[in-house]
């Protein structure tokens, strides 16, 4: 456990209180976002990031300088369906892409409230089609944080029910699941999550869904039939409200034949890889997803 660990519950409380306004439940200085990117999210200067439109939708690729493998990775960034993007998190897709040798395409997909469900799913699933065709169905992984790691799953079930290919690999980080915000999330700080609250992911979860069924697999994949998925790896602190939930997915897809792997860090809060910077657990999460994707 290194000494920053200690630190996580406590500095994550403080950075909500700084960064989330509980009357609109929004965060605060979005718009500073695309500017801050440029100097506090700097990338790594060995992946290149070129942006662009894929389908139709802003993207961006990203290329290491020690390209070495066939594959490549989509990743979704998380958000509640409705902030960020993929310059929020381009210092966590470049490590990856370091790490692995593998190229990257990330997207801003469509988001609420004024793109609600499915748009997000719609998104994700026409270019996972695509790719599958440029690169191969065998040569696509997908992976995403948060409301990322829940449409991750979504699409490629949705993709399942289409027919079409599945990628070869799945990974998630803290993945919200269940949008029907059960209640077991009613008990207060379930879990001592000091980042997300049931009053916050109610907000957030009607903003996607607007009049459909929280329940829907495409929407709350815990749902689902996840028998035929490929591989998945989940990676979640044990300090986040989001945990029961990735538990209870773990036993149904094992239960259903998928090949499922969880590892839950201590004293961990959500998406805690965001801080690869400066955290050496963070950086342990991301090589071991890294050796997945590989392998």
Same mark, same amino acid.
Request: net charge neutral; aromatic share 10%.
């Given at each position: 456990?290194?000494? @920053?660990?200690?630190?996580?519950?406590?500095?994550?409380?403080?950075?909500?209180?700084?960064?989330?306004?509980?009357?609109?439940?929004?965060?605060?200085?979005?718009?500073?976002?695309?500017?801050?990117?440029? %100097?506090?999210?700097?990338?790594?200067?060995?992946?290149?990031?070129?942006? #662009?439109?894929?389908?139709?939708?802003?993207?961006?690729? %990203?290329?290491?300088?020690? !390209?070495?493998?066939?594959?490549?990775?989509?990743?979704?960034?998380?958000?509640?369906?409705?902030? #960020? +993007?993929?310059?929020?998190? /381009?210092?966590?897709?470049?490590? @990856? #892409?370091?790490?692995?040798?593998?190229?990257?395409?990330?997207?801003?997909?469509?988001?609420?409230?004024? %793109?609600?469900?499915?748009? $997000?799913?719609?998104?994700?699933?026409?270019?996972?089609?695509?790719? $599958?065709?440029?690169?191969?169905?065998?040569?696509?992984?997908?992976?995403?944080?948060? $409301?990322?790691?829940?449409?991750?799953?979504?699409?490629?079930?949705?993709?399942?029910?289409?027919?079409?290919?599945?990628?070869?690999?799945?990974?998630?980080?803290?993945?919200?699941?269940?949008?029907?915000?059960?209640?077991?999330?009613?008990?207060?700080?379930?879990?001592?999550?000091?980042? !997300?609250?049931?009053?916050?992911?109610?907000?957030?979860?009607?903003?996607?869904?607007?009049?459909?069924?929280? /329940?829907?697999?495409?929407?709350?994949?815990?749902?689902?039939? @996840?028998?035929?998925?490929?591989?998945?790896?989940?990676?979640?602190?044990?300090?986040?409200?989001?945990?029961?939930? +990735?538990?209870?997915?773990?036993?149904? $897809?094992?239960?259903?034949?998928?090949?499922?792997?969880?590892?839950?860090?201590?004293?961990?809060?959500?998406? %805690?890889?965001?801080?690869?910077?400066?955290?050496?657990?963070?950086?342990?999460?991301?090589?071991?997803?890294? /050796?997945?994707?590989?392998?």
């Amino acid at each position: 456990m290194s000494f @920053l660990a200690n630190w996580m519950v406590p500095g994550s409380r403080l950075l909500k209180l700084i960064a989330y306004d509980r009357k609109s439940h929004r965060l605060r200085g979005l718009k500073m976002v695309g500017a801050l990117s440029k %100097f506090a999210l700097v990338s790594d200067k060995h992946v290149k990031i070129k942006p #662009c439109i894929f389908e139709g939708i802003e993207a961006a690729w %990203f290329t290491p300088e020690n !390209l070495k493998s066939q594959r490549v990775f989509l990743y979704l960034h998380g958000g509640g369906y409705s902030v #960020c +993007s993929w310059q929020t998190h /381009q210092t966590m897709i470049s490590f @990856l #892409c370091k790490e692995t040798g593998m190229k990257a395409l990330a997207i801003n997909y469509r988001m609420a409230p004024e %793109f609600p469900f499915p748009a $997000a799913v719609e998104d994700t699933s026409k270019v996972l089609e695509k790719l $599958a065709i440029e690169f191969g169905a065998h040569n696509v992984i997908v992976g995403g944080d948060s $409301a990322g790691g829940g449409l991750t799953i979504a699409s490629m079930l949705y993709l399942k029910d289409q027919e079409k290919p599945l990628p070869l690999k799945a990974f998630t980080l803290s993945p919200w699941l269940d949008l029907s915000v059960p209640k077991y999330h009613e008990k207060s700080e379930l879990n001592g999550d000091p980042m !997300l609250d049931p009053e916050a992911v109610y907000v957030w979860a009607n903003r996607y869904l607007k009049d459909a069924d929280s /329940q829907n697999p495409y929407a709350s994949p815990l749902y689902g039939d @996840l028998k035929g998925l490929p591989p998945i790896m989940i990676h979640i602190g044990k300090k986040e409200m989001l945990l029961d939930e +990735s538990r209870i997915f773990v036993e149904k $897809a094992k239960s259903s034949g998928v090949d499922i792997q969880i590892h839950e860090w201590d004293r961990m809060v959500h998406v %805690f890889q965001l801080m690869h910077r400066i955290l050496p657990e963070a950086r342990e999460s991301l090589r071991e997803v890294a /050796q997945f994707m590989v392998n």
